[in-house]
């Protein structure tokens, strides 16, 4: 049996996160390989019920303790129900964000404490983690101008925006290992072409 892959996509709002994961997703694709494409949060019944709490703009009393435990909750349900089966069977899954999105928003964002934050997140995935990951980055205006300013997270300030993008920058320098950061202000194919560069480096 071939071996499980855990791959993660993070990055700020409109970093493109979800065209380049369609394009690593095919990359494995080529090689006969069947890629579980999952979103955080959301991707089981009742992680996606939660999504819809913590991206609903009504929500706008949510304290971050709240938030920070919805988003966990959130992937609690995930890892148990897809992604250590899908590991333990071999697949490669490929995730739109994880628990350095925890960091990046609520730990450098709304300015949760790293132990509290980390402590949780031990609880939720025991010793699991991504093998890749790629944090895309881009100026948080053009980020933001790409999609829009819809959702509950979306609409939070420029400033918070400002640090969730420097706390990704932050994450990628701490974690050079497991952590490739390519900026997205450049055509689409160029970003591709430095995936596959290091999709063929880890996989080829
Ligand atoms: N170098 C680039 N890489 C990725 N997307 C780019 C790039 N240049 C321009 N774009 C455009 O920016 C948009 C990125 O949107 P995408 O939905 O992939 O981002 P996202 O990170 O998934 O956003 P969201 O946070 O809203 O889910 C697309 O319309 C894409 O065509
Ligand atoms: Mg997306």
């Known amino acids: 049996m071939q071996k499980g892959i855990f791959i993660t996509f993070e990055g700020s709002e409109g970093s493109g996160k979800s065209t380049h994961i369609r394009f690593a997703a095919s990359y494995f694709r080529k090689r006969g390989r069947r890629p579980l494409m999952i979103r955080e949060?959301?991707?089981?019944?009742?992680?996606?019920?939660?999504?819809?709490?913590l991206l609903d703009p009504?929500?706008?009393?949510?304290?971050?303790?709240?938030?920070?435990?919805?988003?966990?909750?959130?992937?609690?349900?995930l890892v148990e129900e897809k992604i250590l089966p899908a590991l333990k069977a071999g697949r490669v899954i490929i995730s739109d964000r994880f628990e350095d999105s925890t960091l990046a928003y609520q730990g450098f964002g709304a300015g949760i404490s790293r132990h509290t934050i980390e402590s949780f997140s031990?609880?939720?995935r025991g010793s699991l983690k991504p093998d890749l990951t790629f944090i895309l980055d881009i100026h948080p205006q053009k980020g933001l101008a790409r999609g829009g300013r819809h959702d509950r997270v979306e609409k939070k300030s420029d400033a918070f925006h400002r640090r969730v993008r420097n706390g990704f920058l932050t994450l990628a320098r701490q974690n050079k290992k497991r952590i490739v950061l390519l900026s997205t202000d450049k055509p689409v194919r160029e970003v591709q072409q430095?995936?596959?560069?290091?999709?063929?480096?880890f996989y080829g």
């Open 41 to 53: 949060p959301g991707s089981t019944r009742s992680s996606e019920a939660i999504r819809r709490i």
């Open 58 to 77: 009504q929500n706008k009393k949510m304290g971050q303790a709240t938030e920070l435990l919805l988003y966990l909750a959130a992937r609690a349900q």
């Open 122 to 124: 031990r609880f939720v």
């Open 194 to 201: 430095q995936i596959l560069k290091h999709l063929k480096r």
